[in-house]
């Protein structure tokens, strides 16, 4: 038998962790639910000699390849763009790369100013003040007086420029186009017992030096002094409701396989844009047959990824390859819409230094690039430690019969039904794909690549799970309102990136973490009256 | 038991002719091959979750080429591998990915690339800081975002 919490937060990555730090100032009771376990730095790939092949097995991004036991199984045949999360204290900021950029004014505000989708109900000023109070939690290297975006502080210096900075930012001041130091959830000095960044180049397998921001080692710890109970190898089934259709609490599995029921006041949901959807699916009864808070028919829809193109380019000369963080620069030179462009919205490009043989060898094996037989060799050798490149990160528009819905017959090690990805890329985006990899090729090219090769659409770049509770005024139009509680239940709220409107175009962490503390703020300043 | 067993003698002796056919030894660059003892002892150990997959890559080999892979003639082992990435199936991923993580892990063939044999913790690596005045263009050009309406409400 639990002790009831004044309040459970299910899910302990990027947001749970930032809501559950900034709620432990109330003095209620906080607990939360994770269905993974914490990882240990020394765990961590680079640690070994088999440092790129572990990224190829038990630290995948995609939780169907990894097939770790804190993972649950994802039915994504229906989509071209395969998933990629992590379960676990700190979520998918263990496995990010730590680009770490805010979304725009204007990211806000796209049907007034593009006519397309809908407006958020807050605005960039709103989340100003959270997303400068999560840069100073997470620790953000970067450069003051970027033009892309209104002013900013800087809390770190930023992430060194390297040969590859160096050389990609030269070809874009050749072509007057925008360029900048990346805010980087790296400390690049010694930062709130962090140690600085060493350059291992191998953040997206887990940081062992601690240099990333990852929130077990940045709000959790801090979270957990202020006495919130964090409880990991706990999955959630469902949520449940009382005759007053309020949540009171969760049925989950323990360690042990053990149904365990933790009574709540309140219930924060923190699991992603596919985590979230599933849960409150599971959650049906016979007071909400299609789901709890789904009264729009909205929770599951609208799922946004970003499409990702990866245009990389071989060099003649030597540049940084597998060593510093694969993060370096970025450019929103067509972030804004341009309609000559031929679609609505825009992209950030993240520019992005080598890889490792391993690495190296796959992608250009997997683009008839590198060989077999004699020649693989030298093959290699002209793309190893001699490659740059760029991500483009399309902004992906909402579109309802982007799915996330439950499979009628894939389960989790627990019996739970596991959720079911059903995506089409539109045609907005296509175009944008388009664009970015003409425009990637010409910056390389510029930057002195005598070859050029991409991917586009990225087949495993689904990273970034958006929209599939989105926020409104609308009850019927949206799943939370502007502060994130539920429009059906009161005393439920929701702070990952099932809340997003839109996509914007650029790494989502900042934005969600910023609406967790958001979020946190509405609650503790509406104690009085939450459930109104 | 290691995922080793999975394996019989035939797809063991066909699985080191195909690392060896995808990756051959160079004097040239001082490397061995991937069918090189110990790196293919490597590949085999590390199979993992993978090595139900390398023996239906194995046997489709075997359909593509007649019979036992490793009995059959260079040529034919030549066709077949062709036929086989032909069909770009992820099959040949598989087989490739087995082979390439063991191998560019080896400590010869790490060195041949210029690479200290050692995991990237907790040494690190050295990165030029760069010259931040290759900034000064971006600035003169001025500001890029755009201002968005005040928010009213939806």
Redesign the interface.
Known sequence: MTIPVDVLIIGAGASGAAIGWSLADTRMRIACLEQGDWIKPSDYPSTGRDWEARQLGDFNINPNRRGNAADYPINEAGSPIKIANFNGVGGGTILYAGHFPRMHPSDFRVRALDGVADDWPIDYATLEPYYAQNDRMMGIAGLAGDPAYPPKAAVMPPLPLGKTGATLGRAMNTLGWHWWPSDSAMATEEYEGRARCINLGHCTGGCAQGAKASTDITYWPQAIRARVELRTRCRVREITTNSEGMASGAIYYDADGAEQFQAAEIVILACNGIGTPRILLNSASPHHPDGLANSSGLVGKNLMFHPYAAIRGAFDEPLDGYRGPHICTWSQQFYETDLSRGFLRGYTYQFSRGHGPVTTALWGMGLGRIPWGADHHRALRRGFDRSAGMLAICEDLPEEHNTVTLDPTLRDANGIPAPKIDYTLSENSRRMLDHAVARGSEILRAAGAREVAFESPMQGAGWHLMGTARMGRDRSRSVVNEWGRCHDVKNLFIVDGSVFVTSGGVNPTATIQALALYVADNIKQRLANLFD | MTEDHRLTADERRSLRCLAG????A?Q??R?PGADDDAIFADIVS?L??DARLVVAALQRLAALSGGIFAEQSGAQQLLA?EAF?NERSPLV?VL??VT???Y??DDR??QS???E????????????????S??D???A???????????R??
């Open positions: 056919i995808m990756i051959p160079s040239e660059y490397v590390s993992g979750t591998c990435r991923t490739e990915r390439v993580q063991c560019y892990r063939v790490m690339l210029n690479m044999p050692r995991p990237p913790y907790p040494r690190g690596f050295e990165v030029e800081s760069g010259d931040w290759l900034l263009p971006v600035r050009r001025g500001r890029i975002y755009r201002d968005a309406p005040e928010n409400g939806d």
